[in-house]
Protein backbone atom coordinates (compact mmCIF):
# COMPACT_ATOMS: atom_id res chain seq x y z
CA UNK A 1 0.00 0.00 0.00
CA UNK A 2 2.64 2.21 0.94
CA UNK A 3 4.43 1.64 -2.24
CA UNK A 4 0.92 2.53 -3.99
CA UNK A 5 0.63 6.11 -2.57
CA UNK A 6 4.33 6.49 -2.62
CA UNK A 7 3.52 5.82 -6.55
CA UNK A 8 0.75 8.31 -6.70
CA UNK A 9 2.42 11.05 -4.92
CA UNK A 10 5.52 10.60 -7.35
CA UNK A 11 3.06 10.91 -10.48
CA UNK A 12 2.11 13.89 -9.06
CA UNK A 13 5.20 15.54 -8.83
CA UNK A 14 6.20 14.68 -12.25
CA UNK A 15 2.93 16.11 -13.76
CA UNK A 16 3.78 19.17 -11.16
CA UNK A 17 6.95 19.41 -12.49
CA UNK A 18 6.15 19.01 -16.17
CA UNK A 19 4.16 22.18 -15.47
CA UNK A 20 7.01 23.80 -13.96
CA UNK A 21 9.66 23.17 -16.68
CA UNK A 22 7.30 24.79 -18.94
CA UNK A 23 7.04 28.20 -16.99
CA UNK A 24 8.78 30.87 -18.89
CA UNK A 25 9.03 32.92 -15.59
CA UNK A 26 11.47 31.07 -13.91
CA UNK A 27 14.89 32.77 -12.45
CA UNK A 28 18.10 31.04 -12.66
CA UNK A 29 19.31 31.67 -9.61
CA UNK A 30 22.46 29.33 -9.28
CA UNK A 31 24.64 28.02 -12.21
CA UNK A 32 27.93 26.11 -12.66
CA UNK A 33 29.53 24.10 -15.05
CA UNK A 34 31.44 21.06 -13.34
CA UNK A 35 33.23 20.21 -16.27
CA UNK A 36 32.78 18.44 -19.81
CA UNK A 37 30.11 16.29 -18.54
CA UNK A 38 28.14 17.73 -15.63
CA UNK A 39 26.91 21.04 -14.95
CA UNK A 40 24.15 22.09 -11.88
CA UNK A 41 21.78 24.82 -12.14
CA UNK A 42 18.84 26.09 -9.61
CA UNK A 43 15.78 27.41 -10.37
CA UNK A 44 12.94 29.63 -9.02
CA UNK A 45 9.71 29.25 -10.22
CA UNK A 46 6.63 31.20 -9.99
CA UNK A 47 4.14 28.53 -8.97
CA UNK A 48 6.61 27.18 -6.22
CA UNK A 49 8.99 24.39 -8.01
CA UNK A 50 12.13 25.72 -6.79
CA UNK A 51 14.40 22.95 -7.41
CA UNK A 52 18.19 22.40 -8.16
CA UNK A 53 19.34 19.79 -10.41
CA UNK A 54 22.69 18.27 -11.89
CA UNK A 55 22.70 17.15 -15.36
CA UNK A 56 24.69 15.03 -17.47
CA UNK A 57 24.40 14.15 -21.22
CA UNK A 58 26.12 11.46 -23.44
CA UNK A 59 27.05 11.52 -26.92
CA UNK A 60 23.92 8.99 -27.99
CA UNK A 61 21.45 11.91 -26.39
CA UNK A 62 20.53 9.79 -22.99
CA UNK A 63 20.85 11.70 -20.03
CA UNK A 64 20.86 11.88 -16.52
CA UNK A 65 19.53 14.13 -14.10
CA UNK A 66 19.87 14.55 -10.41
CA UNK A 67 17.16 17.01 -8.68
CA UNK A 68 16.20 18.01 -5.42
CA UNK A 69 12.95 20.00 -5.24
CA UNK A 70 12.42 22.46 -2.57
CA UNK A 71 8.54 22.35 -1.72
CA UNK A 72 8.95 18.66 -0.78
CA UNK A 73 12.71 18.30 -0.03
CA UNK A 74 12.44 15.09 -2.41
CA UNK A 75 15.71 13.98 -4.26
CA UNK A 76 14.93 11.74 -7.58
CA UNK A 77 16.97 10.96 -10.52
CA UNK A 78 15.29 11.28 -13.91
CA UNK A 79 17.25 9.08 -16.35
CA UNK A 80 16.95 8.46 -20.22
CA UNK A 81 18.83 5.74 -22.00
CA UNK A 82 18.17 5.75 -25.79
CA UNK A 83 19.26 2.23 -26.04
CA UNK A 84 15.87 1.02 -23.73
CA UNK A 85 12.63 -0.03 -25.39
CA UNK A 86 10.70 -0.67 -22.76
CA UNK A 87 7.47 -2.61 -23.41
CA UNK A 88 5.58 -2.34 -20.33
CA UNK A 89 2.77 0.59 -19.40
CA UNK A 90 4.61 4.00 -18.82
CA UNK A 91 3.28 5.56 -15.34
CA UNK A 92 4.12 1.85 -14.03
CA UNK A 93 6.15 1.33 -10.82
CA UNK A 94 8.31 -1.08 -10.89
CA UNK A 95 11.99 -2.25 -9.01
CA UNK A 96 15.85 -2.64 -9.95
CA UNK A 97 18.33 -3.13 -8.12
CA UNK A 98 21.00 -0.39 -8.16
CA UNK A 99 24.95 -0.95 -7.45
CA UNK A 100 28.07 1.09 -7.01
CA UNK A 101 31.24 0.11 -7.98
CA UNK A 102 34.87 1.37 -7.04
CA UNK A 103 37.87 1.16 -8.53
CA UNK A 104 36.37 -1.92 -10.37
CA UNK A 105 34.89 -3.64 -7.11
CA UNK A 106 31.38 -3.74 -5.93
CA UNK A 107 30.77 -1.22 -3.14
CA UNK A 108 27.08 -1.70 -2.25
CA UNK A 109 23.94 -1.25 -3.43
CA UNK A 110 20.23 -2.65 -2.93
CA UNK A 111 17.11 -2.46 -4.45
CA UNK A 112 15.14 0.99 -5.85
CA UNK A 113 11.92 1.66 -7.10
CA UNK A 114 11.26 3.29 -10.33
CA UNK A 115 8.49 4.72 -12.02
CA UNK A 116 8.44 4.02 -16.28
CA UNK A 117 7.87 7.39 -17.75
CA UNK A 118 8.21 6.07 -21.29
CA UNK A 119 9.98 3.36 -23.57
CA UNK A 120 13.54 4.69 -22.68
CA UNK A 121 12.96 7.15 -19.35
CA UNK A 122 12.62 5.99 -15.98
CA UNK A 123 12.33 8.12 -12.57
CA UNK A 124 13.98 6.74 -9.23
CA UNK A 125 12.06 8.69 -6.64
CA UNK A 126 12.18 9.72 -2.94
CA UNK A 127 16.33 8.87 -3.06
CA UNK A 128 18.13 9.85 0.27
CA UNK A 129 21.25 11.46 1.37
CA UNK A 130 22.73 8.08 1.54
CA UNK A 131 22.03 7.91 -2.02
CA UNK A 132 23.94 11.07 -3.03
CA UNK A 133 26.89 10.12 -1.09
CA UNK A 134 27.03 7.28 -3.27
CA UNK A 135 27.15 9.44 -6.44
CA UNK A 136 29.89 10.91 -5.07
CA UNK A 137 32.13 8.42 -3.20
CA UNK A 138 32.04 6.18 -6.06
CA UNK A 139 32.89 5.71 -9.67
CA UNK A 140 30.15 3.57 -11.51
CA UNK A 141 26.69 3.38 -10.95
CA UNK A 142 25.27 -0.18 -12.20
CA UNK A 143 20.75 -0.60 -13.22
CA UNK A 144 20.76 -3.92 -13.10
CA UNK A 145 17.10 -4.04 -14.67
CA UNK A 146 14.68 -6.55 -14.75
CA UNK A 147 13.38 -9.43 -17.12
CA UNK A 148 14.72 -8.31 -20.84
CA UNK A 149 15.71 -4.58 -20.26
CA UNK A 150 19.05 -3.37 -20.73
CA UNK A 151 21.23 -2.53 -17.70
CA UNK A 152 22.06 0.88 -17.54
CA UNK A 153 25.89 1.64 -16.37
CA UNK A 154 26.97 5.39 -15.92
CA UNK A 155 30.43 6.78 -14.83
CA UNK A 156 30.41 8.74 -12.30
CA UNK A 157 33.62 10.76 -13.06
CA UNK A 158 32.97 14.34 -11.86
CA UNK A 159 30.05 13.56 -9.78
CA UNK A 160 31.58 14.33 -6.39
CA UNK A 161 31.91 18.13 -7.59
CA UNK A 162 28.56 18.05 -9.21
CA UNK A 163 27.20 16.69 -5.79
CA UNK A 164 29.19 19.37 -3.90
CA UNK A 165 28.14 22.26 -6.21
CA UNK A 166 24.32 21.05 -5.22
CA UNK A 167 24.74 21.47 -1.86
CA UNK A 168 25.83 24.84 -2.86
CA UNK A 169 23.02 25.47 -4.75
CA UNK A 170 21.01 24.55 -1.82
CA UNK A 171 22.49 27.18 0.13
CA UNK A 172 21.76 29.69 -2.34
CA UNK A 173 18.66 28.62 -2.39
CA UNK A 174 18.11 29.59 1.13
CA UNK A 175 19.55 32.57 1.64
CA UNK A 176 17.53 34.01 -1.69
CA UNK A 177 14.68 32.52 -0.40
CA UNK A 178 14.59 33.75 3.62
CA UNK A 179 12.80 37.02 2.62
CA UNK A 180 10.03 35.62 1.16
CA UNK A 181 9.96 32.14 2.76
CA UNK A 182 9.98 31.06 6.73
CA UNK A 183 13.30 29.64 8.04
CA UNK A 184 13.40 25.95 6.99
CA UNK A 185 15.62 23.55 7.50
CA UNK A 186 17.30 22.18 4.58
CA UNK A 187 19.62 19.68 5.20
CA UNK A 188 22.22 19.10 2.48
CA UNK A 189 24.43 15.77 2.64
CA UNK A 190 26.88 15.92 5.53
CA UNK A 191 29.86 14.04 3.97
CA UNK A 192 30.00 17.17 0.81
CA UNK A 193 31.28 20.56 1.27
CA UNK A 194 30.45 23.33 -0.59
CA UNK A 195 32.90 24.66 -2.97
Given at each position: ????????????MLIST????????????FQKNIDDL??????????NFDRCFMERHWDDG????????FDTEEIYVWLENVSWNIGDEPNSAFTTR???NKNNKFVGGGEIGYILINKN???LPELSSVFMDALADNHEMALIMPGDIMNAYIPLNGTS???AAMVSCIKAHKIDSKITQPEKEVSPWSKIKPE
Open positions: MKFIMTTIAMLMAIAEDNTNDTVFWWVEGHTYQDSLMQVVFRVNFTIVKAV
